[in-house]
């Protein structure tokens, strides 16, 4: 019974967390960090508050840092310009996955990002 109690309790912190649902994607995607380092990589998922990433390295959980991502739209390109903050960073079959919170997202990369979800 415990056994049980413990699963439902996991469960519940792991609904928690995710504030809003995620959407796969593969979306090639820059990370820039403080000290003006570019990382190529890419998004694997996306959600209204965050994304998750594949990085060559490994990332600092709470570090800020700025993410270029490059859409294509009816015949446009478009390079989204977010900030993020690394909430995690693991290694994940040779390379690294890192889950970033968006910060003080505007109103355009949010319409994006909604446009992009539905």
């Given at each position: 019974?415990?056994?049980?109690?413990?699963?439902?309790?996991?469960?519940?912190?792991?609904?928690?967390?995710?504030?809003?649902?995620?959407?796969?994607?593969?979306?090639?995607?820059?990370?820039?960090?403080?000290?003006?380092?570019?990382?190529?990589?890419?998004?694997?998922?996306?959600?209204?508050?965050?994304?998750?990433?594949?990085?060559?390295?490994?990332?600092?959980?709470?570090?800020e840092?700025?993410?270029?991502?490059?859409?294509?739209?009816?015949?446009?390109?478009?390079?989204?310009?977010?900030?993020?903050?690394v909430?995690?960073?693991?290694?994940h079959?040779?390379?690294?996955?890192?889950?970033?919170?968006?910060?003080?997202?505007?109103?355009?990369?949010?319409?994006?990002?909604?446009?992009?979800?539905?």
């Amino acid at each position: 019974m415990q056994a049980i109690t413990n699963l439902a309790d996991a469960r519940t912190r792991a609904e928690e967390r995710r504030i809003s649902p995620r959407k796969v994607v593969s979306l090639r995607a820059r990370v820039v960090l403080p000290d003006q380092t570019t990382l190529a990589g890419h998004a694997v998922d996306l959600s209204r508050t965050g994304i998750g990433l594949a990085a060559p390295r490994m990332l600092q959980a709470g570090q800020e840092c700025r993410l270029l991502i490059d859409l294509s739209a009816c015949g446009e390109e478009i390079e989204l310009k977010l900030a993020g903050r690394v909430c995690y960073c693991r290694e994940h079959s040779g390379e690294f996955r890192a889950g970033l919170h968006f910060v003080g997202l505007d109103a355009y990369a949010a319409r994006l990002i909604d446009q992009l979800l539905s």
